[in-house]
T-cell receptor
Framework: GAVVSQHPSRVICKSGTSVKIECRSL??????MFWYRQFPKQSLMLMAT?????????EQGVEKDKFLINHASLTLSTLTVTSAHPEDSSFYIC????????????FGQGTRLTVV | GEDVEQSLFLSVREGDSSVINCTYT??????LYWYKQEPGAGLQLLTY?????DMKQDQRLTVLLNKKDKHLSLRIADTQTGDSAIYFC????????FGKGTRLSVIA
């Protein structure tokens, strides 16, 4: 089946630095990808919808200048956490939908970000 | 907008059946889904059901849909320790609307 690969799986960075997380669809073209944030023991919070070739659509309350999303190709979307702070520490997950797919059937394995 | 609610915890003994319940609010949801999340991992789509169906069975999994009451359930037969995970109910929308997840603990 289709696979979505997310990289890195874990990252530790210093406060004030930026971190880039990649989300790749390995065997299908994903015109739309989604970025979620998950706090411990909580559900997924949608951060933004990433559309290939256009600007991402951010959910209310998500700072677009802090969480930069780029979807430059049909198989790659990136999320860059800029000027990271300890409160940005979280589990970030991407998902992708096949063009004719029923739903977001394919999720990345997630990235655990720890800002120290 | 759509709202999806689930109970937060369920504990069962190995070999018993598990039933995870979910309610949703938007009756126009075309599809309803169950995802599984193991610790430190992403979500895995387990199964989904069309809104015009009442039941769907896939090996040990049985999904029941009561569209009138907007109630969805996932039954896992012969629950194993490997089934321990968080199970998310989701309703079709763009993007999906997830419940908070039910943490299933299987006691050996």
């Amino acid at each position: 089946g289709a696979v979505v690969s997310q990289h890195p799986s874990r990252v530790i960075c210093k406060s004030g630095t930026s971190v880039k997380i990649e989300c790749r669809s390995l065997d299908f073209q994903a015109t739309t990808m989604f970025w979620y944030r998950q706090f411990p023991k909580q559900s997924l919070m949608l951060m933004a919808t990433s559309n290939e070739g256009s600007k991402a659509t951010y959910e209310q309350g998500v700072e677009k200048d802090k969480f930069l999303i780029n979807h430059a190709s049909l198989t790659l979307s990136t999320l860059t956490v800029t000027s990271a702070h300890p409160e940005d520490s979280s589990f970030y997950i991407c998902s992708a939908r096949e063009p004719q797919g029923v739903t977001e059937a394919f999720f990345g394995q997630g990235t655990r970000l720890t800002v120290v | 907008g759509e709202d999806v609610e689930q109970s937060l915890f369920l504990s069962v003994r190995e070999g018993d059946s598990s039933v995870i319940n979910c309610t949703y609010t938007d009756s126009s949801s075309t599809y309803l889904y169950w995802y599984k999340q193991e610790p430190g991992a992403g979500l895995q789509l387990l199964t989904y059901i069309f809104s015009n169906m009442d039941m769907k069975q896939d090996q040990r999994l049985t999904v029941l849909l009561n569209k009138k009451d907007k109630h969805l359930s996932l039954r896992i037969a012969d629950t194993q320790t490997g089934d321990s995970a968080i199970y998310f109910c989701a309703a079709s929308s763009t993007p999906l609307v997830f419940g908070k997840g039910t943490r299933l603990s299987v006691i050996a």
